[in-house]
């Protein structure tokens, strides 16, 4: 019964290549995060979902690409893997996004380490 | 670019003994909260704090957003070997958009 939960929790690939992360929740959240968090623990958003509408994209490579097939799930695509992807990438929910509370709830983080 | 700058980066200490972490900015935010982080996990939210000058307690921890919501504190008191973890403060700037992280202070407490 984990509120949010990624696969894989480790992720070991060669440059060049593609892979996916998934990310469920089974809160009721309407809005979905991506987050990238560096080896000096620097948490930083990539995307958000509300409704499995993109609402926030920051500068990230258009390697990246989410995709919110329902508002349980926001899944991450990362094509021609480069050394810098390597991170915890962390997928979040929260209640609804923009409100002062804001409370968000994390996943258990995807550890991606590129080759 | 709104920062926020949290400080120590790390911190040793034995039980027993009090603490405090800053997290500061030059910005002001709507709301900012207190996240702990373990090995391996996801933060975990402790507290948010919505009104300059409000102060929170949550058992032997105090957290307070300054008067000028530029800023906040964490204050454990009589810390314990279960409180080491990575602390991440958040704040959400006006428009509610999206958190912003510092980047953590890291506790360890000896037994």
């Known amino acids: 019964d984990t509120a949010v939960s990624q696969t894989p929790k480790y992720l070991v690939t060669q440059m060049g290549n593609d892979k996916s992360i998934k990310c469920e929740q089974n809160?009721?959240?309407?809005?979905m995060y991506w987050y990238k968090q560096d080896s000096k623990k620097f948490l930083k958003i990539m995307f958000s979902y509300n409704n499995k509408e993109l609402i926030i994209n920051e500068t990230v490579p258009n390697r990246f690409s989410p995709k919110s097939p329902d508002k349980a799930h926001l899944n991450l695509h990362i094509n021609s893997l480069e050394l810098g992807d390597s991170a915890v990438y962390f997928c979040?929910?929260?209640?609804?996004?923009?409100?002062?509370?804001?409370?968000?709830?994390f996943g258990p983080g995807t550890r991606l380490t590129v080759l | 670019t709104q920062l926020l700058e949290q400080s120590p980066q790390f911190l040793s200490i034995q039980e027993g003994e009090n603490l405090t972490v800053y997290c500061n900015s030059s910005?002001?935010?709507?709301?900012l909260q207190w996240y702990r982080q373990e090995p391996g996990e996801g933060p975990v939210l402790l507290v948010t704090?919505?009104?300059?000058?409000e102060v929170k307690k949550l058992k032997r921890l105090t957290f307070q957003f300054g008067d000028a919501r530029k800023d906040s504190s964490l204050h454990i008191t009589a810390a314990q070997p279960g409180d080491t973890g990575l602390y991440l403060c958040a704040g959400l700037p006006g428009g509610y958009n999206k958190l912003i992280f510092g980047a953590g202070t890291r506790l360890a407490v000896h037994p």
């Open positions: 979040a929910s929260s209640p609804r996004g923009a409100t002062l509370y804001n409370e968000q709830f």
């Open positions: 809160l009721g959240h309407d809005t």
């Open positions: 910005s002001v935010f709507s709301s």
């Open positions: 704090v919505v009104t300059g000058g």
